[in-house]
């Protein structure tokens, strides 16, 4: 069974603060790995994408990957009310001779005033 | 980002009917679409993938003859649930895969409420 793992939170962190979301993953053949953003009563908007080992930065936002650990994570820097929001961490694995994505429960963020 | 549309954002029927819910990638073609169910507060859960010109691939529990999937060109997929109950309300999402990247853009979504 291929799992992504993410703690459910809630994560309450002030705002102008570093967010630090993380997750973990068991397939060591994925190659693809993403984090979205929901909020609530809307889909997934797609933040980050990242394959290789090392950091991916865009803007506020961090990704790093580790490969060797199964370990992929989102930093947010300069927390803002607005990224309040559920974060999706989602690993692409082959299934059946397909792909698709594994996704991970989602932790909730909230950037308190 | 890719456009992914979706049609109807929100839609209320009574318990019997069908409702058909239409997915578009709007700036590029998608051979392979996926449909998701999100009941509230709940995580994403994987319905189907639809491939073009071929027969959806559904997830174990899922209903076949109950949620339809067609998939008749490069940009459009359509989710049909049949014979709607009020245990078929939930939050209705498609996504989109851009080829040989693997990301996946998702629609907007559609609220289906049955009565």
């Known amino acids: 069974q291929k799992e992504v793992e993410q703690n459910s939170g809630p994560l309450s962190v002030p705002e102008g603060a570093i967010a630090s979301l993380n997750c973990t993953y068991s397939d060591r053949g994925s190659q693809s790995f993403f984090w979205y953003r929901q909020y609530s009563g809307k889909s997934p908007e797609l933040i980050m994408s990242i394959y290789s080992n090392g950091d991916k930065e865009d803007g506020r936002f961090t990704a790093q990957l580790n490969k060797a650990s199964q370990y992929v994570s989102l930093l947010i820097r300069d927390s803002q009310p607005s990224d309040s929001a559920t974060y999706l961490c989602?690993?692409?694995?082959?299934?059946?001779?397909?792909?698709?994505?594994?996704w991970g429960a989602g932790t909730k963020l909230i950037i308190k005033p | 980002g890719a456009v992914v549309s979706q049609h109807p954002s929100r839609v209320i029927c009574k318990s019997g009917t069908s409702v058909k819910i239409e997915c578009r990638s709007l700036d590029f073609q998608a051979t392979t679409m996926f449909w998701y169910r999100q009941f509230p507060k709940k995580s994403l859960m994987l319905m189907a993938t639809s491939n073009e010109g071929s027969k959806a691939t559904y997830e174990q529990g899922v209903e076949k003859d109950k949620f339809l999937i067609n998939h008749a060109s490069l940009t459009l997929s359509t989710l049909t649930v049949t014979s709607a109950h009020p245990e078929d309300s939930s939050f209705y999402i498609c996504?989109?895969?851009?080829?040989?990247?693997?990301?996946?853009?998702f629609g907007p979504g559609t609220r289906l409420t049955v009565l």
């Open positions: 996504s989109a895969r851009v080829p040989r990247v693997y990301t996946q853009y």
């Open positions: 989602a690993v692409n694995v082959l299934t059946d001779s397909n792909y698709q994505l594994i």
